[in-house]
Nanobody, 124 residues
């Protein structure tokens, strides 16, 4: 099983980035998928998660209204559109796959598969 993120980078505050995550070796359309992030010295936190159909989503309070999660099961790909980025969004962003509902995956991190991460840096 492989879960591979892409799309990170350096952006100024107020800017946008779109992260992508492609899964292989797993039944992508049977998994709840999520984005997590970890800043230096902090615990990994659930940012946004989405169930297998895309009909159920969860967002951390800190990103509500700025980030949008989506998925394309035909392409085995998960996305995270990040707008109005802030310096505090700076972190390594990880894609993950699990079986629980979206909120449970994000809040309790019962992840089956993790990606290697992609760095997002927001300058002030």
């Amino acid at each position: 099983v492989q879960v591979v993120e892409s799309g990170g980078g350096l952006v100024q505050a107020g800017g946008s980035l779109r992260l992508s995550c492609t899964g292989s070796g797993l039944r992508f359309d049977e998994h709840t998928m999520g984005w997590f992030r970890q800043a230096p010295g902090k615990e990994r936190e659930g940012v946004s998660c989405i169930n297998w159909s895309g009909g159920d989503t969860y967002y951390a309070d800190s990103v509500k209204g700025r980030f949008t999660i989506s998925r394309d099961n035909a392409k085995n790909t998960l996305y995270l559109q990040m707008n109005a980025l802030k310096p505090e969004d700076t972190a390594m962003y990880y894609c993950a796959a699990g079986y629980s509902d979206s909120e449970y995956l994000c809040r309790w991190k019962n992840v089956g598969y993790w990606g290697q991460g992609t760095q997002v840096t927001v300058s002030s």
